[in-house]
């Protein structure tokens, strides 16, 4: 046994023995180093060694979830006292379901690469790489982004006695490259390999997005056929994510509260799984906080609803089995993977009469979760398209629409994908290009 | 703080010596905790209860022109030893790619201690009476309403204490501890043929549970649910044709943040946050330039009183003071630090701030707001023929320059012959930085302040900060109109 499993075991044990009627633990250890990167050179490099002890304790059907940095295991200990007594004093939750019996867990293999823990160490050469690379296009001015490496461990210790431990390497990097006046594109890459090729494709294709996008000229915003590029989708996607999560939808946050599974909610060509299990992607894991087995499952299958996220507590009143995706209160997806399609990108362009192809975007907010009403701004490099070929790089728009509608309009994939984790797309994602017709554009009218 | 803190101080201050002596021509260490206590509750019914406790140190390096920061929450000597050595190894590592070095200005960096004291501490109040405020919350907006319901009421109360020593090799040393208070919901009405409204809205501020009887959340809800419900029956498309536009406080307050305020963060305009929140418009050397008309005075202050953003030292040891952003129009001052100052051959004006223990300190607003002029609110709509008052807003961007920006009005109101009429549903304001400031035909008088937590640097760091203003008149504006 790991000592993090342990020690996650012997707060659990002291969690009952103080009181509690239930109780789990994760501890989660980390090392991690990032190199942040701006004007081409290191701007900070920062290294952290932190152990987090999250507490899911329960009391008479009374809820307390804790979040502890602790500068020491006695500080916790002392926490579970004062909690007790708090416990008390607060209401039974009409979410409370007790926590499910262990599970026989099937590991997922190949978590751990040894070339990104021994990088931790000294990033400074994949820092040089990502940077160098870019400025092989001559055009390229300037390049700004970060590389971020983790190794992690995660142990999960119930009162049901679930005893469980998980290590993972992780690589996170974006660039960012300008050009000339006007000129910038951007990538990311997320990864539980370390791929010095991957790296160098991101660099690049930020590179060659920036000086293509130079000298830009100002369209008229209206309504157009959109390729959006995995950047932009993936951005899209973490909020599609977070929206199949069951606690989203009951906080009054979601296009799909007024939907069921089996509702049609996107065009039929669209398929996004929450996929746990793809060793490939940085959110994978074997187990969720409750201690079940992750599985893939489509959220949206050939445009229909098919699942919600679910722990055990939401499934409980929602008459139904967890999905694996706990969170002890809140339900979340591990991985989003859409299933591509078999356009080349120039295949997708030519499909296109009047359109953009947008790369990258930011800044998404909305004026109505349940209406999925929002608009979000495009950034780097956006080209003109006109007659199925691009005819030149244009100036930032908005995009302003209904989320339902967006998915409805999805007209074709891409089937190259592209594994993006950065700033923008929080959950680790593979997507391909996506053209989706008519969609709203603005810009600022003084 | 007893011994605990004693304790703390040393390793703070062996952190800083034990740099100093490998090496570092800069060091900094930073004791920061912070405690929390959370109630969040759906439709009146407590969901559970969350406690957060964060501890650390964080130690920041200056080796060979290149900089260096690395933290732990173990805290013992070898703990910091490591960490220290830490971030000097990987300094020194990456000082090879350093094309211009990365130097610190000097500043008249503090020794002092200060603290925000509650007229009403977070232990004087029961558990249940924080628990029956989201009852309350709950009835109020609910029983408001008459065709449409309350589909959802999702609040949260937060109360934290963040205490921080700060030391550094030219000699700070400041102790802080500052209390806040939170309170933010989602309120979704719901009618079966109109469809949905969303309302988000957080409160917050440095201080004790004095700020719930200031706030007067249960009235203020019953008072808008009502009108949400309305807006939602009722609301009339925008005009199309150009009109005048009052946009309210809480619009302004969000307008100077995004479009004053992080433009004129030194660190971006010099391209260091160029990847992730962007560059600036403000370019270097565009300091004395105009950006608008007389009326936009834009004041950046961490000092006010009970403010949510509130210090007094920054997280580099420099005392804060009021920063002058826009001044009547021009691009007068920039937020820095003490890295960008030495760029700017500057002093430091203190914008430095961590967000927790394993951050670096980053360029930072705290307070931001239009400064106010001298109309009722009855005097700037007194002479609009037709026009819009857009009193508040729940979708909105700016693009990563901070130029081109997005609001959208969710109570609105048409204005007609100097006279609120009808409900306007979602209008657009889109507008770009320039045409916002050289706009401003006149101001109001009372200046009022929102709660926000602004995100900003890689990891993400979220700071709590104050935005405001008073109601502005802008004339000539076509709004747009949100997709149906």
């Known amino acids: ?446 | 703080m007893g011994v605990v803190g004693l304790e703390y101080e040393d390793l703070v201050l062996y952190a800083v010596d034990y740099a100093r002596n490998l090496g570092a021509k800069y060091a900094e260490a930073r004791h920061h905790k912070k405690t929390g206590f959370e109630v969040f509750s759906r439709n009146g019914v407590v969901l559970g209860a969350g406690k957060i406790i964060s501890e650390g140190i964080g130690v920041r390096v200056l080796v060979d022109g290149a900089l260096g920061f690395s933290s732990a929450n173990k805290l013992d000597k070898e703990s910091i030893r490591n960490i220290v050595e830490r971030a000097f190894i990987q300094a020194k590592a990456h000082s090879k790619l350093m094309k211009k070095p990365i130097e610190f200005a000097d500043a008249r960096v503090g020794r002092a201690t200060y603290g925000v004291v509650e007229k009403k501490p977070f232990d004087r109040v029961s558990i249940d009476e924080k628990l029956k405020l989201h009852e309350e919350f709950w009835k109020a907006a609910s029983g408001s309403v008459k065709e449409a319901k309350v589909a959802v009421f999702f609040a949260e109360y937060i109360e934290s204490i963040e205490e921080k020593i700060v030391a550094n090799s030219d000699g700070a040393f400041i102790r802080s501890r500052i209390p806040r208070i939170r309170i933010e919901y989602n309120l979704v009405v719901d009618h079966p043929q109109k469809g949905t409204l969303q309302r988000f809205e957080e409160y917050g501020a440095s201080g004790g549970i004095e700020w719930l009887y200031e706030w007067k959340i249960s009235e203020e809800l019953e008072k808008n649910t009502k009108k949400y419900e309305e807006v939602l029956l009722k609301a009339k498309e925008p005009p199309k044709e150009e009109i005048d536009v009052i946009v309210g406080s809480e619009v302004v307050g969000l307008i100077v943040h995004e479009s004053c305020g992080h433009p004129s963060e030194a660190d971006r305009i010099l391209g260091r946050e160029a990847a992730q929140a962007g560059k600036s418009f403000i370019k270097p050397g565009m300091l004395g330039e105009r950006i608008g008309n007389e009326n936009a005075t834009v004041i950046d202050d961490p000092t006010i009183p009970g403010s949510y953003g509130f210090y007094l030292y920054d997280d580099e040891g420099v005392p804060a003071r009021p920063r002058y952003l826009y001044r009547e129009g021009i691009i007068y001052e920039h937020l820095h630090n003490r890295w960008t100052a030495k760029i700017y051959g500057v002093e430091s004006n203190a914008a430095a701030r961590a967000m927790d223990y394993k951050s670096e300190p980053i360029i930072r607003m705290a307070n931001t707001y239009l400064k106010p002029g001298d109309y009722s609110f009855e005097e700037l709509i007194e002479d609009i023929k037709k026009g819009v008052y857009i009193k508040s807003y729940m979708e909105w961007n700016i693009d990563d320059i901070r130029w081109s920006q997005r609001y959208v009005g969710l109570e609105a109101y048409l204005i007609e012959n100097g006279e609120l009429k009808v409900y306007v549903r979602n209008p657009v304001l889109e507008l770009t930085t320039k045409a916002f400031y050289s706009k401003i035909d006149a101001l109001g008088k009372e200046l009022r302040f929102y709660a926000g937590t602004c995100g900003k640097g890689e990891p993400a760091q979220g700071v709590p900060v104050w935005f405001g203003g008073p109601d502005v008149r802008l004339r000539k504006i076509r709004l747009g109109v949100a997709p149906r």
């Open chain 1, 1 to 446: 046994m790991k000592d993090i499993v342990e020690i996650s075991s012997k707060l659990v044990e002291r969690a009952l023995s103080e009181g509690f009627d239930e109780a789990a633990t994760i501890i989660r250890r980390n090392k991690r180093t990032m190199v942040k990167i701006a004007n081409s050179e290191p701007s900070v490099i920062q290294h952290w060694t932190t152990t987090e002890v999250d507490l899911y304790l329960v009391k008479d059907k009374r809820i307390i979830v804790v979040s502890l940095e602790p500068s020491s295991l006695d500080e916790v200990n002392k926490s579970i006292k004062e909690l007790l007594a708090m416990a008390k004093n607060i209401r039974e939750s009409p979410l409370y379901a007790p926590l499910p019996e262990p599970e026989t867990i099937q590991p997922i293999p190949e978590m751990v690469d040894k070339k990104i823990l021994e990088s931790t160490e000294d990033p400074s050469k994949l820092a040089e790489l990502i940077i160098e690379t870019a400025h092989r296009e001559t055009k390229v001015d300037y390049v700004a982004g970060m590389i971020d490496l983790t190794y992690g461990e995660k142990a999960l210790a119930t009162s049901k006695n679930a005893r469980l431990y998980e290590d993972s390497t992780s690589l996170q990097s974006y660039l960012r490259a300008f050009s000339g006046e006007d000129g910038s594109g951007q990538w990311a890459v997320g990864l539980r390999k370390l791929d010095t090729r991957k790296l160098e494709e991101m660099a690049s294709i930020a590179a060659r997005y920036a000086v293509e996008s130079r000298n830009r000229v100002e369209i008229e915003p209206g309504k157009y056929d959109l390729i959006l590029s995995p950047m932009v989708f993936g951005n899209l996607l973490d909020l599609i994510g977070w929206m199949s999560s069951a606690f989203t939808i009951f906080m009054g946050a979601s296009i799909f509260m007024k939907n069921k599974p089996g509702d049609k909610v996107a065009s039929s060509k669209l398929t996004i799984i929450d996929d746990p299990r793809n060793p490939e992607l940085p959110g994978s894991t074997a187990f969720d906080d409750e201690g079940i087995n992750t599985y893939s499952k489509p959220i949206i299958e050939n445009g229909v609803l098919k699942t919600i996220l679910h722990n055990t507590k939401t499934a409980t009143k929602a008459k139904t089995k967890t999905t694996g995706n706990a969170g002890w209160i809140v339900p979340q997806p591990w991985n989003l993977v859409v299933t591509p399609g078999d356009y080349k990108l120039d295949e997708l362009i030519a499909e296109v009469k009047r359109g953009i192809l947008v790369t990258n975007n930011w800044y998404t907010r909305l004026q109505n979760y349940v209406e999925g009403l929002f608009s979000t701004i495009t950034r780097d490099a956006l080209f003109l398209i006109e007659n199925g070929k691009i005819s030149k790089p244009v100036a930032k728009l908005r995009i302003a629409d209904k989320l339902p509608r967006l998915l409805s309009n999805v007209e074709a994939l891409g089937k190259e994908v592209y594994d993006i984790w950065w700033w923008e797309v929080r959950i680790p994602t593979k997507t391909p290009y996506i053209l989706v017709r008519d969609v709203h554009t603005s810009k600022h009218t003084v």
